[in-house]
């Protein structure tokens, strides 16, 4: 998960990350941060929270320069601490770096061992800080596009990742290509982000994708662009376009809005239910069902209402208030729901509970059916590619038949959309540029430390 925002060549770089790293803050709610560069010297802030709580007008003006990277997070590996909080700043013999992370690094714990035997010693537990270290052990008369680009050659897994220096700000994604980066051009100013709808929000232009094992290089005599060794294959998380991007960017070549809806008209052919409405269960199942809705010829109706100001975590003020928590960022709309058969769609199934609460819900409201209809596969697997999904003992799926499943959250029905329904939008592509291992269990890469890592930040968490 993860934003990261760059900006190289602009008077306002802090003013424009700032607005920029809003536009991201979906991929990340623990801790946000930004480091500039001057040209001389690299400024830091950074804090837990949200954007708009962390950042004010006193913060932003001790962000001087030209060039910056921003980051809001929420981790999968290294625990939620402010001393994790990103960017990660170093100083050290070849002078002071920074570097904004998108996505895990599975031989991060391997790694960070064979570092600690030399006597490397780390401040923080994430895995972006030993790209710091492999570069930091290099010699300082090697330039610092070489010093990264080695670095990066040495670990594995998903990373779009940004590093800023005194006078060179540059950006890589992996071989495979599992986390998003956008190019975007402001004037004369360049923009990269995780997501394209950042550009929107400050009138950028898009210019294209960083490419799976590019290195794009700004610096004082211009842009320029290296190679990594190549991968036998691309692994775009497909996640991204069920989930977790925007519905409002262009991710990996396609509109993600479009391709959600293409995803709710293939589950209406693949999963049709008599039902009399049509509802999301909103945000994320929102253009899915305006897709099936539209394939299946039946009315679209908003059945429950989101609020938009509850946080991540909040006290429950009595255990008799059964299902508070949905509750209270949901809420039911009788007069649509009352007296009708209703379906309701939604992107995924992880551990099962919330669906089961919104199930009860809904026919508390009066619906005298409750069908559910997902936007994608069965969650059978964790992932460990960046993706906060459960572990495989907590995922539902894994271990239950779809009808234990229906039974288990207590619907009329339950389908979801199939491995082939999933890639039938694909035809102009290939279904082999996507990682799905969360459904299949088909791993594009050793996933060798990850688990201990995302073990160890979630103990980190929990406590």
Known sequence: MCGIIGIWNHPQAANLAYLCLHAVQHRGQESCGMVTSDGRELFQQKGMGHVADYFSREILAQLPGTSAIGHTRYSTAGGSTLKNAQPFLINYAGGM????????????????????????????????????????????????????????????????????????????????????LMLGRLGEAWILASETCAFDLVRATFVREIEPGEVVIFGPDGVTSRRLASAPRRAHCIFEYIYFARPDSHVYGHDVYQVRVGFGAELAREQP????????????????????????????????????????????????????????????????????????????I??????????????????????????????????????????????????????????????????????????????????????????????????????????????????
């Open 97 to 180: 770096l920074s570097v904004a992370h998108n996505g895990n690094l599975t031989n991060a714990l391997t790694l960070r061992r064979q570092l600690e035997a030399k006597g490397s010693i780390f401040q923080s537990t994430m895995d972006s800080e030993v790209m710091m270290h492999l570069i930091a052990a290099q010699a300082t008369t090697v330039p610092l596009a070489d010093r990264i680009i080695q670095a990066l050659g040495q670990v594995e897994g998903a990373y779009s990742v940004l590093f800023v220096g005194e006078t060179q700000l540059i950006a890589a994604r992996d071989p495979h290509g599992w986390r998003p």
């Open 273 to 348: 239910a008599d039902v009399d409405v049509v509802c999301p269960i909103p945000d994320s199942g929102t253009p899915a069902a305006i897709g099936y809705a539209r394939a299946l010829g039946k009315p679209f109706e908003l059945g429950l209402i989101r609020s938009h100001y509850v946080g991540r975590t909040f006290i429950e003020p009595d255990q008799s208030i059964r299902d508070f928590g949905v509750k209270l960022k949901l809420n039911p709309v009788r007069g649509v729901l009352a007296g009708r058969r209703v379906v309701l769609i939604d992107d995924s």
């Open 350 to 463: 992880m551990r099962g509970t919330t669906s089961a609460k919104i199930v009860r819900m809904v026919r508390a409201a009066g619906a005298t059916e409750v069908h559910v209809r997902i936007s994608s596969p069965p969650t059978r697997w964790p992932c460990f590619y960046g993706i906060d999904i459960p572990t495989r003992e907590e995922l539902i799926a894994a271990a239950q038949s779809v009808e234990q499943v229906r039974v288990a959250i207590g619907a009329d029905s339950l389908g979801y959309l199939s491995e082939a329904g999933l890639y039938r939008w694909t035809a102009q592509t290939s279904a082999g540029e996507f990682c799905d291992a969360c459904f299949t269990g088909r791993y594009p890469l050793d996933v060798r430390d990850a688990p201990a890592m995302m073990a160890a930040a979630a103990a980190s968490v929990a406590q």
